[in-house]
């Protein structure tokens, strides 16, 4: 019941970049101006792919994404101050109202209430002019 609350209240998507940044072909450290935590176990981090994705609609897109950013292209480490790591090893593309997304998760799970305050972002290829947000468990249509 407490999670459906929070849910309600707190989930979301939040801005984690104010301005476009550049992830270079290896590793990029982000400091994060508001630790992050999760509300459920599925929380995400999503990196916009818009324009390394042409495809004008969801069904191309979806084989796009694979060809432009094959399986292990891309991967984040999220670090709290207390040694608390979290591998996002899940991406997945996917096309929302016309954007296009890498969303990255945790196979085993993201910690439940633990503040992250550093990202660690791994791409095999530059993806330049890009916004990174961490996406919650979405709040319920009549909440919007």
């Known amino acids: 019941m407490i999670t459906l609350i929070k849910i309600l209240f707190f989930g979301g998507a939040s801005l984690l970049t104010p301005k476009l940044v550049d992830l270079v072909d290896s590793t990029t450290l982000i ?3 508001e630790p992050i935590s999760a509300i459920t176990e599925h929380a995400a981090l999503e990196i916009d792919v818009s ?3 042409v495809a004008d ?3 191309v897109a979806e084989e796009e994404f694979v060809q432009v950013f094959p399986e292990a292209c891309v991967s984040a480490l999220l670090h709290s101050k207390y040694g608390v790591s979290v591998y996002l090893d899940q991406v997945e593309g996917i096309w929302l109202n016309g954007q296009k997304l ?3 998760s945790a ?4 910690p439940i209430g633990d503040n992250f305050n550093r990202l660690e972002l791994h791409v095999c290829k530059e993806i330049r ?3 990174l947000t961490w996406h919650n468990h979405e709040k319920p249509q ?3």
């Not at 196979?107 to 993201?110: L, N, Q």
Request: net charge positive.
């Open 31 to 33: 400091q994060l101006a």
């Open 51 to 53: 324009s390394y994705i």
């Open 57 to 59: 609609n969801e069904d």
């Open 102 to 104: 890498l969303r990255l």
């Open 107 to 110: 196979s085993t799970g993201v």
């Open 129 to 131: 002019k890009t916004t």
């Open 142 to 144: 009549f909440l919007r």
